[in-house]
Structures are given as C-alpha cells and as structure tokens.
C-alpha cells in the first residue's frame, strides 16, 4: 500500500489514552485507545503512546514514517514553546516534556497542547461546531476549562483556555449528599462517602435532589462567570458544553442558558449547545492541531 501524508492525534486522558489519524484534507482514518498506566512515570507515559499510536497505525497499514506531524492534548498547563506539560491529574506535578516522549519512536515534528482546546478543534471540524466561525467550548472533566475556536483554530491568549472550577470542587460541593457518619447516600442509588460521582450528581440534579441541585447550580454558575470573563471580547456565536454524558451536557446547557440571559453581557443571548463527539474529538484536534502548525 502507497503512504500518504498523515497527521496522529493522541490525547492523554487521566483513563484513556486515544489516538486519531487524519489525512491532509481532513479525512478521518483511524481511531483507537488503550487505557493510560498513571503513575507519574515518563517511561509509562511512553508506552502508552507508542502502544496507543500502533493500534491507529495498524488500522490502515501505515508505518510511523508516514506521519507528518504529531499532535499530543492533555488536561494541565501545556507548553508548546517547549513542548512540556504540567498536569497533576495525571500525576505529572512537574513539566514533563510531551514532546520528547513522542521524539523517543517518531522524528516528525511534535506539537503540544490543552484537551480543552483540543476538543473546541475537534468540534469546529468534526461536530457541534460546524455552523460557527467561533465558539467558545467549556470542557466537562477533572479540571472544568473554557477553550475558544476562531477560524477553525484555537484561540491562545494569557485568559484562554481558562479553568473555571476541578471536579474535586464540584463533588465537595456535593459533599451533603452523603452522612459522614454512616456513609449512607442521601437519596442517590449506591452514592458512599468519598465516592461520589459527577454523573451521580447530575443524575440527582435531573430528579430534583436538593443537594445535587445546589451542587449543580453552582457548577453552571461557575461556567457562565468564566465564559463571559474569558470569551466575550471574542464575540462567539455559541458555547458547546463537552466531556460529559449528553443529558448532563444538555441540563447543564439549560442552565447556563438560563444563567446568561441574567447578565449582561455581549453574550447573553447565544445558543448553548451539547457536543457531538465525546471524548474522541480531542484525539482528532489534537491530530489537526498538528496539521495547522506543521
């Protein structure tokens, strides 16, 4: 089989690592994932690269030779300028250098970037974002970030992509959910002391828990507040809630909706809308990522 150009996507994920392959005019080819070791090691962070990146390789019968640039998001602070990335979700509490990882099995050039702004990528090309020339995304996951696209390509300034608020927060507000004394939930099918989940909280919210609403209803104030801040001198068309199951990402939406309208912003008024692609679009902007900076 002739090589084509390719452009490899891979997307570290504090469970999953994924990874995507595209070609030069955007075609989807291959997507695969395998479960991400975490323990802070560079040498685990290695392999499952490699390994992640194999199994995409193999679905179309290309050689590593065959790609053109690489592509690697993951959730922290990420550092293109030297292709480091601080990300104490998955243990890495020091910049641990992402691109020599990628240059320890491919030669072509490795690029680094957020999750976050890696999904606003994947969705302007691939899903929700289609219809818009700009949208700010707030990504659903350990840490809550807002990412914003214009033009296709993500929006890098000292205020983006911005954290709004971690998961911890989250589920701390949540904490009533649960009698610290017994450990017994509070009206939540199979909720224990320190084991409370986001999607159990917004399965709460949706059956009108008072807890989980409280806790919901701040999270959503937490994403208005920090869109507004981060995006609204961008004037986006719309904002695209990614990372979680798609009725929390529409409840959520409502909320926001519902939350906007109440300010007074340039943004009030914009629709909200659920992401198409899940977790898979941060392997694929991560992949075009790289086509756009090669």
């Known amino acids: 089989m002739e090589e084509s150009v390719a452009f490899l996507g891979i997307d570290i994920g504090s469970t999953i690592t994924r990874a995507a392959l595209i070609d030069e005019d955007l075609h989807m080819l291959a997507l695969a994932n395998a479960p991400t070791n975490i323990d802070g090691s560079l040498q685990a962070a290695i392999d499952d690269v490699r390994a992640v990146s194999r199994k995409a390789l193999d679905q179309v019968g290309f050689r590593i030779g065959a790609i053109d640039a690489v592509g690697i998001s993951c959730s922290g602070t990420a550092d293109d300028a030297d292709g480091c990335v601080l990300s104490p979700i998955l243990q890495w509490n020091e910049p641990v250098p992402v691109r020599t990882i990628a240059h320890s099995y491919v030669s072509a050039p490795v690029f680094v970037t957020n999750d976050a702004q890696a999904a606003a990528v994947g969705e302007a ?27 296709a390509k993500p929006v890098e300034t000292d205020a983006l992509p911005a954290s709004v608020a971690t998961e911890v927060e989250f589920l701390h507000e949540a904490r009533g959910l649960v009698d610290p004394d017994e450990g017994r939930d509070g009206g939540l099918s199979g909720i224990r002391l320190n084991r409370i ?3 159990q909280i917004m399965e709460g919210a949706r059956r009108k828990h008072p807890i989980a609403l409280h806790a919901t209803d701040w999270l959503a104030e937490r994403m208005t507040e920090g869109v507004v801040s981060a ?33 007074r912003s340039a943004i009030a008024g914009i629709p909200v809308e659920s992401a198409l692609l899940g977790n898979d679009a941060k392997a694929f902007g991560a992949a075009i990522i790289a086509l756009q900076r090669a």
């Open 125 to 151: 090309h691939y899903g929700a974002g289609m219809p818009y020339d700009r949208f700010s995304l707030i990504r659903m996951g350990s840490f809550i970030e807002i990412a914003m696209v214009m033009g």
């Open 197 to 199: 989940s986001s999607s």
């Open 231 to 263: 995006t609204t001198e961008h004037a986006p068309q719309a904002i695209i809630i990614s990372g979680a199951m798609q009725r929390d990402q529409q409840y959520l939406g409502r909320l926001v909706t519902r939350k906007l309208a109440q300010t």
